[in-house]
């Protein structure tokens, strides 16, 4: 026992998840030890995989192992206990300047539950950093924090419920402009069952004069016209469901939104209130004609002019009819963006999850700026990506949205699903059926996906912006600068919620923008 008093040597007994002293040792297969506890929750938590691998090796078992305590390695770290005033990782007589930001940065659950600070176990979080948004005790606003904007945790959860109100009016609003979308669709089809019904009557008419001749030709209009009348009535009952579907989500939002606004704790509030991130944008309200059209009118009239010749051109005036279709445009679907503007008005807030970013990158400015250190800077965890330096959103999208990157370097700005690959040399953006992604290097574009890379040529920038049609399948890559040059579009069908995401180069860094109505800077 002649290393107690190294700090060195102490950091041997130290589990690599929680970044403390072992309690109730466990050791793996492949040697590398961890608190029993600490383990077994992050085998719980990994749902992304269906083995159970070492967090630092990642070697795995199909099966989970049974785990039984290491007897020899508790006994040391007691006599260790004994010795010494045992100290943590990233204490007085150790790594204290890296791993401090380690310690700060792996808060557990049951300490946010408990509003208890990590750094000051005896002290309630009741203030509010603004600067680097995250609660903290009194005692941290005169070390850490000292300088820093801080509030009180009751003064930051009075702005947060400003913004609650403020959605929940706009909540409201949109389920307001949905029902009434609902209510024009059933008035239009209202229109469309009566025109059918009126221009089946009609051509009845028509060909009523013309039995002899004409009997099988109105049999096969009248068929016609049904099917036009049904194709209509689904074309009504798909958007139907679709806004339905959609107020759903709304009214599932509101409760949430009023749920949380009725939390009495303040920190709890602040916490459950950043995991909500922001609501995904509707789409535009349909637009109707001013007035109904008269459906099946083409028809109608090419059946009674028809008619009204001699009967030796009936023959040949009809067989015209039975190629002719009637389209009946039941709603007007909101133009294709065009000029920079009109993607604006579709822009939608991003930010990076921290739980996935890859544990050498460095998130700020709210997780929407991404810089990549020269060592590790967070703790394990099992949503985060080990072989790539990447992170994905926190919000998923699948409507019609756009945002911007600011880059430097060299990056790659992609579109991914949530169930792709966190391990693995395939885990990369582009590297798989999961992601689609653009590489942007100083003097060229690659776009790639499923492993296959290509060459994209167009005007160098900045700043990438990128536009999803979900709905459509179509994902949009532009170059912006003073205007908006195409790079690469993909036109396939998303099954899945996408979320944005980025890899960053060694000494490289990117920002995802906050869209505004101001040209680029």
């Known amino acids: 026992m002649a290393h107690q008093g190294n700090p060195e040597h102490n950091e041997n007994f130290c589990c690599m998840i929680c970044l403390d002293l072992l309690k109730d040792p466990v050791t793996l297969h492949c040697g590398h030890n961890y608190c029993n506890n600490c383990i077994e929750k992050y085998w719980d938590e990994k749902k992304l995989s269906e083995t159970y691998s070492c967090p630092l090796c990642r070697r795995s078992n199909r099966s989970r192992p049974n785990l039984a305590k290491n007897t020899l390695l508790a006994d040391a ?11 943590k990782l990233g204490s007085s007589s150790g790594r204290e300047v890296s791993d401090s930001r380690a310690r700060t940065e792996c808060k557990t659950y049951e300490k946010i539950e408990k509003n208890v600070c990590s750094n000051h176990k005896d002290e309630q979080m009741k203030l509010f950093c603004r600067t680097h948004q995250t609660c903290i005790c009194s005692l941290c606003s005169v070390e850490e924090h000292k300088g820093d904007d801080i509030v009180s945790a009751k003064s930051e959860r009075t702005e947060k419920q400003r913004e609650i109100h403020s959605n929940l009016q706009e909540i409201q609003q949109k389920i307001k402009d949905r029902e009434e979308d609902i209510k024009m669709l059933q008035q239009e089809m209202g229109t469309i069952n009566a025109s059918a019904e009126k221009a089946v009557r009609r051509s009845s008419e028509i060909f009523a004069e013309l039995i002899n001749l004409l009997k099988k030709r109105s049999s096969d209009v009248k068929q016609q016209i049904r099917k036009q009348q049904k194709a209509a009535e689904s074309q009504i ?24 606004s009725r939390t009495d704790d303040h920190v709890q509030f602040i916490h459950r209130f950043s995991l909500l991130g922001k609501p995904d944008k509707a789409t535009d309200s349909l637009k109707f004609k001013e007035t109904p059209p008269c459906y099946f009118m083409d028809l109608i009239a090419s059946v009674a002019e028809a008619g009204g010749k001699l009967k030796r051109f009936v023959h040949e005036e009809t067989t015209k009819t039975s190629a002719m279709e009637t389209e009946l445009n039941v709603v007007m679907s909101p133009a294709e963006p065009k000029t920079r503007a009109d993607f604006l008005q579709r822009s939608r807030p991003v930010s990076l999850n921290p739980n996935t970013a890859h544990r050498k990158l460095l998130l700020s400015l709210g997780n929407k700026r991404v810089t990549r250190a ?29 945002w911007e990157v600011k880059w430097t370097g060299r990056v790659t700005v992609a579109v991914a699903t949530r169930r792709m690959s966190r391990t693995g040399r395939q885990s990369e953006f582009g590297s798989n059926t999961e992601s689609w992604a653009l590489e942007c290097y100083r003097d060229c574009f690659v776009f790639g996906h499923d492993g296959v890379k290509t060459c ?66």
């Not at 790539?388 to 999208?397: G, N, R, V």
């Open 374 to 402: 020269n060592k590790f800077i967070s703790p394990l965890h099992p949503d985060r990506f080990t072989e790539w330096a990447q992170a994905l959103s926190t919000e998923s999208f699948t409507g019609c949205c756009y």
């Open 237 to 260: 009952n798909e958007y139907k469901a679709r806004l339905e579907t959609e107020i759903s989500e709304l009214r599932g939002r509101e409760e949430e939104l009023q749920q949380l």
């Open 456 to 521: 994209v040529s167009g005007p160098q920038s900045s700043t990438v912006g990128v536009y999803l049609d979900h709905t459509a399948g179509s994902l949009f890559f532009f170059s912006v600068s003073d205007s908006m040059e195409l790079l690469h579009r993909v036109q396939t069908t998303f099954t899945q919620p996408l979320h944005a995401g980025l890899w960053v180069g060694v000494c490289d860094g990117s920002k995802i923008c906050p869209c505004g109505s101001k040209p680029l800077q």
């Open 77 to 87: 770290i007691e006599l260790l206990g004994k010795s010494q005033a045992a100290p």
